[in-house]
């Protein structure tokens, strides 16, 4: 009877997801993980392969023999048998982070010293590949005892992805400046727009609802919108990249002009995204949120 509830209680202790039957990821396109050599010997890993299956891993270095260079970690990763499998991502954000991957531009900097001692790397990387499945690395941040930020708008969405997926992996992203990721800088609507504050209280706004068939159609705007339009630019905030994806119908593009006539800006609209050259961008009173996701099982 004793040893009956020694097994239970070792069954209890184990990862509900290591329980199952164990499986290897597909082709790493994103990947966190976090090493602690200093004071300790720990490595966590939180990865996402091409379907949009999440994956983690946890144990000692010594045990793990954990790479250091980015690609030994995705290949050590695919041929690997001993990852907690967490589910599968919902399609929607999924085609965003792959949006996103296809964007991000690859910096030539590598990460520095950023002065601190023994707090252990925290590194994020994402990986695309060619039609002939050769991996490209694209370095999006690291911090603790290293620092690096990938500026890119792209780079900084995919960060903060690999950030909200695994939140247990060990970072030292935002709030410490030097030693982590800055991350996206929230801007107002106006400046982001490049469209003059002053001027949007007498501003004429006009409204085309871009159709991807009959092409654009003016919209009369009532009361309540115009007036719901001059306050989104006045005091909307700009809180980071939503996706890569162009969109080709189902916006609402809204002119502003001056009292003569002469345009001063636009700005367009997918539901509550802005829509940009390079993608979409979220919209909000802060950086705090940026849309849910689920993560479904199998």
Same mark, same amino acid.
């Given at each position: 009877m004793k040893?009956?509830?020694w097994i239970?209680?070792?069954?209890l ?6 329980l199952g039957?164990?499986r290897?990821?597909?082709?790493i396109?994103?990947?966190t ?5 200093g ?14 299956c999440l ?9 793990l ?13 695919e ?18 982070i792959?949006s996103l991957i296809s ?12 002065g ?10 994402a990986?695309?590949?060619s039609r002939?499945?050769?991996?490209e ?18 780079a900084?969405? !995919? ?8 939140p247990?992996?060990? &970072?030292?992203a /935002?709030?410490?400046?030097g030693? @982590? +990721?800055q991350?996206?800088v ?5 400046a982001? !727009?490049?469209i003059p ?6 501003a004429r706004i &006009?409204c085309? /609802?871009?159709?991807?068939?009959? @092409? +654009? ?9 115009e ?7 006045k005091?909307g905030?700009?809180?980071?990249k939503?996706n890569?994806?162009s969109?080709?119908? @189902? ?8 009292s ?8 367009e ?7 940009r050259?390079?993608g ?13 996701f689920?993560?479904l099982?199998?």
């Open positions: 040893i009956q509830c239970m209680m070792m069954l202790l184990l990862p509900v997801c290591c039957e164990a290897k990821p597909g082709r396109i994103l990947l993980d976090y090493r602690q050599q004071w300790g010997d720990r490595v966590q890993v939180g990865c996402m392969d091409e379907d949009g994956f983690t891993l946890e144990g000692s270095d010594a045990q023999r954990w790479p250091s260079e980015e690609n030994q970690k995705r290949i050590y990763l041929q690997s048998e001993d990852l907690c499998y967490l589910g599968r991502l919902d399609a929607e954000n999924r085609f965003a792959e964007d991000a531009a690859n910096p030539t900097e590598k990460a520095v010293s950023s601190g001692c023994d707090m252990g790397t925290e590194s994020t990387c990986f695309r590949y002939e499945g050769t991996p690395t694209v370095p999006l941040g690291v911090s603790g005892d290293d620092f690096f930020e990938n500026t890119d708008p792209s900084q969405a !995919l960060y903060r992805w690999a950030r909200r997926l695994f247990k992996i060990q &970072s030292y /935002y709030g410490m400046e030693i @982590g +990721p991350g996206f929230p801007q107002p609507l106006a982001f !727009l490049n504050l002053t001027e949007v209280d007498q &006009s085309l /609802y871009m159709d991807c068939e009959a @092409g +654009p159609q003016p919209v009369e705007l009532t009361v309540e919108e007036t719901a339009i001059r306050e989104l630019l005091s905030m700009v809180t980071g939503a890569s994806i969109v080709t119908g @189902g916006t609402r593009s809204y002119s502003v002009s001056d003569e006539g002469n345009l001063l800006g636009w700005m609209l997918y539901g509550e995204l802005l829509v050259g390079n979409m961008y979220t919209l909000g009173p802060d950086g705090s949120s940026a849309g849910d689920r993560v099982p199998d």
